[in-house]
Protein backbone atom coordinates (compact mmCIF):
# COMPACT_ATOMS: atom_id res chain seq x y z
CA UNK A 1 0.00 0.00 0.00
CA UNK A 2 0.77 3.33 -0.82
CA UNK A 3 2.60 5.29 2.24
CA UNK A 4 0.92 8.71 3.26
CA UNK A 5 1.97 11.84 5.12
CA UNK A 6 0.11 14.07 7.56
CA UNK A 7 0.78 16.64 9.56
CA UNK A 8 0.78 15.54 13.21
CA UNK A 9 -1.51 17.87 14.52
CA UNK A 10 -4.15 20.85 14.03
CA UNK A 11 -6.21 22.71 15.95
CA UNK A 12 -9.90 23.90 14.97
CA UNK A 13 -12.17 26.21 16.60
CA UNK A 14 -15.62 24.68 17.16
CA UNK A 15 -18.14 25.72 14.24
CA UNK A 16 -15.34 26.48 11.79
CA UNK A 17 -14.53 23.71 9.52
CA UNK A 18 -11.57 21.29 9.74
CA UNK A 19 -9.56 20.82 6.95
CA UNK A 20 -7.04 17.68 7.20
CA UNK A 21 -4.46 17.18 4.53
CA UNK A 22 -2.98 14.08 2.96
CA UNK A 23 -0.48 13.56 0.60
CA UNK A 24 -0.19 9.94 -0.80
CA UNK A 25 2.33 10.91 -4.09
CA UNK A 26 3.08 7.41 -4.92
CA UNK A 27 -0.51 6.03 -5.03
CA UNK A 28 -1.40 3.81 -8.00
CA UNK A 29 -4.30 4.06 -10.45
CA UNK A 30 -6.51 1.48 -8.03
CA UNK A 31 -5.79 2.24 -4.61
CA UNK A 32 -8.68 4.21 -2.73
CA UNK A 33 -8.22 6.49 0.17
CA UNK A 34 -9.62 5.83 3.13
CA UNK A 35 -10.16 8.00 6.29
CA UNK A 36 -10.79 7.00 9.72
CA UNK A 37 -10.46 8.43 13.08
CA UNK A 38 -9.88 7.33 16.65
CA UNK A 39 -11.37 9.01 19.16
CA UNK A 40 -9.52 8.33 22.69
CA UNK A 41 -9.65 4.68 23.90
CA UNK A 42 -11.94 3.95 21.93
CA UNK A 43 -11.43 1.55 18.35
CA UNK A 44 -11.41 3.79 15.09
CA UNK A 45 -14.23 4.61 13.44
CA UNK A 46 -14.46 4.42 9.70
CA UNK A 47 -15.28 8.13 7.79
CA UNK A 48 -15.58 8.27 4.27
CA UNK A 49 -13.37 6.91 1.10
CA UNK A 50 -12.60 7.28 -2.55
CA UNK A 51 -11.44 6.70 -5.35
CA UNK A 52 -10.62 9.83 -7.92
CA UNK A 53 -14.37 11.83 -7.24
CA UNK A 54 -15.01 13.77 -4.45
CA UNK A 55 -17.08 12.37 -1.93
CA UNK A 56 -19.51 13.67 0.57
CA UNK A 57 -21.39 11.70 3.63
CA UNK A 58 -23.13 12.59 6.83
CA UNK A 59 -19.96 13.05 8.49
CA UNK A 60 -17.27 14.71 6.24
CA UNK A 61 -16.59 15.46 2.44
CA UNK A 62 -13.87 14.10 0.87
CA UNK A 63 -11.65 16.08 -1.87
CA UNK A 64 -9.39 14.07 -4.15
CA UNK A 65 -6.79 16.28 -6.31
CA UNK A 66 -7.03 15.38 -9.81
CA UNK A 67 -3.52 14.04 -9.72
CA UNK A 68 -4.62 11.83 -6.63
CA UNK A 69 -1.43 12.60 -4.96
CA UNK A 70 -2.77 14.53 -2.44
CA UNK A 71 -6.37 14.59 -0.71
CA UNK A 72 -8.67 16.38 1.98
CA UNK A 73 -10.91 15.62 4.52
CA UNK A 74 -13.31 18.37 5.49
CA UNK A 75 -15.11 18.12 8.68
CA UNK A 76 -17.92 21.30 7.80
CA UNK A 77 -18.90 22.31 11.37
CA UNK A 78 -16.16 20.75 13.81
CA UNK A 79 -17.70 19.91 17.08
CA UNK A 80 -15.68 19.08 20.46
CA UNK A 81 -16.37 15.64 19.93
CA UNK A 82 -14.53 15.35 16.59
CA UNK A 83 -11.53 15.52 18.53
CA UNK A 84 -9.54 12.93 17.65
CA UNK A 85 -6.90 11.03 15.54
CA UNK A 86 -7.50 10.65 12.15
CA UNK A 87 -5.79 8.30 9.81
CA UNK A 88 -5.64 8.40 6.31
CA UNK A 89 -4.89 5.36 4.31
CA UNK A 90 -4.06 4.23 0.91
CA UNK A 91 -5.32 0.51 0.20
CA UNK A 92 -5.52 -1.58 -2.84
CA UNK A 93 -7.83 -4.22 -3.16
CA UNK A 94 -5.79 -7.01 -3.68
CA UNK A 95 -9.14 -9.92 -4.84
CA UNK A 96 -8.40 -11.76 -1.52
CA UNK A 97 -7.68 -9.63 1.37
CA UNK A 98 -8.35 -6.06 2.63
CA UNK A 99 -5.69 -4.89 4.53
CA UNK A 100 -5.17 -1.26 5.83
CA UNK A 101 -2.15 0.33 6.82
CA UNK A 102 -2.44 2.96 9.61
CA UNK A 103 0.31 5.61 10.01
CA UNK A 104 0.46 8.00 13.17
CA UNK A 105 -2.30 10.13 12.23
CA UNK A 106 -3.20 13.62 12.43
CA UNK A 107 -4.61 14.73 15.86
CA UNK A 108 -7.01 17.19 15.62
CA UNK A 109 -7.78 19.64 18.81
CA UNK A 110 -11.58 21.19 18.64
CA UNK A 111 -11.38 23.86 21.00
CA UNK A 112 -13.83 26.27 21.97
CA UNK B 1 -27.36 -4.26 16.70
CA UNK B 2 -24.17 -4.45 19.05
CA UNK B 3 -21.45 -4.55 15.82
CA UNK B 4 -17.96 -5.95 16.79
CA UNK B 5 -17.80 -7.04 20.47
CA UNK B 6 -14.41 -7.57 22.50
CA UNK B 7 -13.75 -9.43 25.64
CA UNK B 8 -12.43 -8.35 27.92
CA UNK B 9 -12.01 -4.82 28.37
CA UNK B 10 -8.59 -4.91 30.55
CA UNK B 11 -6.10 -7.51 31.84
CA UNK B 12 -2.93 -7.95 33.53
CA UNK B 13 -1.07 -11.26 32.95
CA UNK B 14 2.03 -12.94 34.19
CA UNK B 15 5.11 -13.66 31.75
CA UNK B 16 4.93 -16.78 30.00
CA UNK B 17 0.99 -17.07 30.85
CA UNK B 18 -1.91 -17.93 27.75
CA UNK B 19 -5.13 -16.27 27.15
CA UNK B 20 -7.38 -15.62 24.82
CA UNK B 21 -8.96 -12.34 23.59
CA UNK B 22 -12.35 -13.00 22.15
CA UNK B 23 -14.41 -10.79 19.35
CA UNK B 24 -17.16 -11.61 17.93
CA UNK B 25 -19.73 -9.60 15.12
CA UNK B 26 -23.30 -9.77 14.34
CA UNK B 27 -23.45 -7.99 11.16
CA UNK B 28 -22.57 -10.81 9.07
CA UNK B 29 -19.30 -10.16 7.80
CA UNK B 30 -16.94 -12.48 6.31
CA UNK B 31 -13.34 -10.90 6.74
CA UNK B 32 -12.24 -10.43 10.12
CA UNK B 33 -8.83 -8.86 11.24
CA UNK B 34 -6.87 -8.80 14.62
CA UNK B 35 -4.43 -5.52 15.01
CA UNK B 36 -2.35 -4.44 18.04
CA UNK B 37 -1.17 -0.77 18.65
CA UNK B 38 1.33 -0.04 20.89
CA UNK B 39 1.11 3.37 22.64
CA UNK B 40 1.40 6.29 20.43
CA UNK B 41 1.32 4.61 16.95
CA UNK B 42 -0.81 3.35 14.24
CA UNK B 43 -2.51 -0.11 14.30
CA UNK B 44 -0.65 -3.14 13.37
CA UNK B 45 -2.60 -6.33 11.39
CA UNK B 46 -1.56 -9.58 13.04
CA UNK B 47 -4.13 -11.56 11.50
CA UNK B 48 -6.90 -11.84 9.13
CA UNK B 49 -10.04 -14.28 7.98
CA UNK B 50 -11.55 -13.77 4.83
CA UNK B 51 -14.35 -16.87 6.05
CA UNK B 52 -15.32 -19.41 8.29
CA UNK B 53 -11.83 -21.91 8.41
CA UNK B 54 -9.61 -19.65 6.33
CA UNK B 55 -7.00 -17.76 8.13
CA UNK B 56 -3.72 -15.77 7.41
CA UNK B 57 -0.58 -13.80 8.89
CA UNK B 58 -0.37 -10.10 8.74
CA UNK B 59 2.57 -7.86 9.27
CA UNK B 60 3.28 -9.12 13.42
CA UNK B 61 1.98 -12.90 13.66
CA UNK B 62 4.45 -14.10 15.81
CA UNK B 63 3.46 -14.89 19.38
CA UNK B 64 -0.54 -15.59 18.32
CA UNK B 65 -2.63 -17.85 16.92
CA UNK B 66 -6.59 -17.49 15.15
CA UNK B 67 -8.85 -19.64 14.66
CA UNK B 68 -12.08 -18.88 12.71
CA UNK B 69 -14.49 -22.10 13.02
CA UNK B 70 -17.73 -19.62 12.85
CA UNK B 71 -18.52 -16.50 10.57
CA UNK B 72 -19.39 -14.78 13.50
CA UNK B 73 -16.36 -15.40 15.80
CA UNK B 74 -12.65 -14.69 15.31
CA UNK B 75 -10.49 -14.94 18.99
CA UNK B 76 -7.10 -14.13 19.29
CA UNK B 77 -4.72 -16.84 21.32
CA UNK B 78 -1.42 -15.77 23.58
CA UNK B 79 0.50 -18.90 24.01
CA UNK B 80 3.55 -17.72 25.94
CA UNK B 81 2.50 -13.85 27.00
CA UNK B 82 5.62 -11.52 26.80
CA UNK B 83 6.19 -7.77 27.62
CA UNK B 84 6.93 -7.39 24.32
CA UNK B 85 2.90 -8.30 23.39
CA UNK B 86 1.25 -5.56 26.11
CA UNK B 87 -0.69 -3.03 23.79
CA UNK B 88 -4.40 -2.42 22.90
CA UNK B 89 -5.68 -5.44 20.61
CA UNK B 90 -8.39 -4.17 17.91
CA UNK B 91 -10.55 -6.46 16.51
CA UNK B 92 -12.65 -5.34 13.04
CA UNK B 93 -15.11 -7.13 10.87
CA UNK B 94 -16.06 -6.13 6.96
CA UNK B 95 -18.64 -7.13 4.97
CA UNK B 96 -16.01 -8.29 2.01
CA UNK B 97 -12.85 -7.64 0.85
CA UNK B 98 -13.35 -4.86 -1.67
CA UNK B 99 -14.30 -1.01 -0.69
CA UNK B 100 -16.12 -2.44 1.72
CA UNK B 101 -14.93 -0.34 4.80
CA UNK B 102 -14.39 -2.34 8.36
CA UNK B 103 -15.87 -1.80 11.34
CA UNK B 104 -14.17 -1.42 14.68
CA UNK B 105 -14.49 -3.31 18.58
CA UNK B 106 -13.29 -0.55 21.31
CA UNK B 107 -10.51 -2.85 22.10
CA UNK B 108 -8.95 -4.81 24.87
CA UNK B 109 -5.89 -3.31 27.05
CA UNK B 110 -3.69 -6.16 27.54
CA UNK B 111 -0.78 -5.69 30.19
CA UNK B 112 1.99 -8.17 30.61
CA UNK B 113 4.30 -8.10 33.98
Known amino acids: DAKTTQPTSMDCAEGRAANLPCNHS???????VYWYRQIHSQGPQYIIH???NNETNEMASLIITEDRKSSTLILPHATLRDTAVYYC?????????????FGTGTRLQVTL | NAGVTQTPKFRILKIGQSMTLQCTQD?????MYWYRQDPGMGLKLIYY???????DKGEVPNGYNVSRSTTEDFPLRLELAAPSQTSVYFC????????????FGDGTRLSIL
Open chain 2, 92 to 103: ASSLSGGNQPQH
Open chain 1, 26 to 32: TISGNEY
Open chain 1, 50 to 52: GLK
Open chain 1, 89 to 101: IVRVYTGTASKLT
Open chain 2, 27 to 31: MNHNY
Open chain 2, 49 to 55: SVGAGIT
